[in-house]
């Protein structure tokens, strides 16, 4: 499956913004679907995923507070990270990823076998 990010860009701190993630070759029902973020001198870390059941069950990193959400739209084939009350410290390179369904959930880099390409969000004070 191919991965395309978008829908980054430059947010106040307090507002919101919506990344896309756009699949091609393979549906994202076949797949768990995550986003990563790597901050600037940071290593890329988790920050959500979706299942690939019926159920749509979601995690997410500690950090986000419950301000992301990770809809999906499988008519559509594409995963979105909703991302809301944004902080400076969500600025970042946001990826997205996708891993096969053989177990859940999923919250490590290696567990995901396709990557998007990244977009950046900075989120300014």
């Known amino acids: 499956v191919q991965l395309q990010a978008s829908g980054g860009g430059l947010v106040q701190a307090g507002g919101s913004l919506r990344l896309s993630c756009a699949a091609s070759?393979?549906?994202?029902?076949?797949?768990?679907m995550g986003w990563f973020r790597q901050a600037p001198g940071k290593e890329r870390e988790f920050v959500a995923a979706i299942s690939w059941s019926a159920s749509s069950s979601s995690v997410y990193t500690d950090s986000v507070d419950g301000r992301l959400t990770i809809p999906r739209d499988n008519a559509g084939n594409t995963v979105y990270l909703q991302m809301n009350s944004l902080k400076p410290e969500d600025t970042a390179v946001y990826y997205c990823?996708?891993?096969?369904?053989?177990?859940?959930?999923?919250?490590?880099?290696?567990?995901?076998?396709?990557w998007g390409q990244g977009t950046l969000v900075t989120v300014s004070s």
């Open positions: 070759g393979r549906t994202i029902s076949n797949y768990i």
């Open positions: 990823a996708a891993g096969a369904r053989n177990r859940w959930p999923k919250r490590n880099e290696g567990d995901y076998d396709s």
